[in-house]
Antibody, heavy 116, light 113 residues
Framework: EVQLVESGGDLVQPGGSLRLSCAAS????????MTWVRQAPGKGLEWVAN????????YHLDSVKGRFTISRDNAKNSLFLQMNSLRAEDTAVYYC?????????WGQGTLVTVSS | DIMMTQSPDSLAVSLGERATINCKSS????????????LAWYQQKPGQPPKLLIY???TRESGVSDRFSGSGSGTDFTLTISSLQAEDVAVYYC?????????FGQGTKVEIQ
């Protein structure tokens, strides 16, 4: 059974940093593109970033470029999102998902709240 | 960026009746080299993550009820629920993966009339 379990969400002040993690199991992680998608409270879905199987290609949403960095550790079946210089508008549930095209598996999400 | 616009924003349908959701992309998302439309549909119930229903515009994900079907090509797409059931109450999103950044429609809320 495929499982994606996010962690690391928290309440943080504007300008602060957080590192989200996603533990993957039930599939060959090292052969899968992975994607972060976020959802602000009561709002729709927004693609944030994705990363190739070997970590050598990464793409980020323009509004997070230079602040967020997606990465992975295939030896530990883990996906990460380093989030710096956080803003109020980054407040959202962050989902770890599998896929480069359609996203066939989603975690339950982790809540990031940016507020003073 | 490719903008995805869904209509309507909300929809109330009687049990057993058909529900139709439209999704329009601001640019063509059909790749003529492989004749694939780079579009997916997701269902999100309250308090849950989204669930993949349809990909490549019309391919139903394994385990998804055949009440759900996708159609369309190029810039105009449709998700149809053939006979609405109580468990279909949710928000539905279309999603283009033709280019980066990937983008989603704003969502359509489906309720029971």
């Amino acid at each position: 059974e495929v499982q994606l379990v996010e962690s690391g969400g928290d309440l943080v002040q504007p300008g602060g940093s957080l590192r989200l993690s996603c533990a993957a199991s039930g599939f060959t992680f090292s052969k899968s593109w992975m994607t972060w998608v976020r959802q602000a409270p009561g709002k729709g879905l927004e693609w944030v970033a994705n990363i190739k199987e070997d970590g050598n290609e990464k793409y980020h949403l323009d509004s997070v470029k230079g602040r967020f960095t997606i990465s992975r550790d295939n030896a530990k079946n883990s996906l990460f999102l380093q989030m710096n210089s956080l803003r109020a508008e980054d407040t959202a549930v962050y989902y770890c998902t599998r896929g480069v095209y359609y996203l066939d598996y989603w975690g339950q999400g982790t809540l990031v709240t940016v507020s003073s | 960026d490719i903008m995805m616009t869904q209509s309507p924003d909300s929809l109330a349908v009687s049990l057993g009746e058909r529900a139709t959701i439209n999704c329009k992309s601001s640019r063509n998302i059909l790749d003529s080299s492989n004749n694939k439309n780079y579009l997916a549909w997701y269902q999100q119930k309250p308090g849950q993550p989204p669930k993949l229903l349809i990909y490549w515009a019309s391919t139903r994900e394994s385990g998804v009820s055949d009440r759900f079907s996708g159609s369309g090509s190029g810039t105009d797409f449709t998700l149809t629920i053939s006979s609405l059931q109580a468990e279909d109450v949710a928000v539905y999103y279309c999603h283009q993966y033709y280019n980066t950044p990937r983008t989603f429609g704003q969502g359509t809320k489906v309720e029971i009339q």
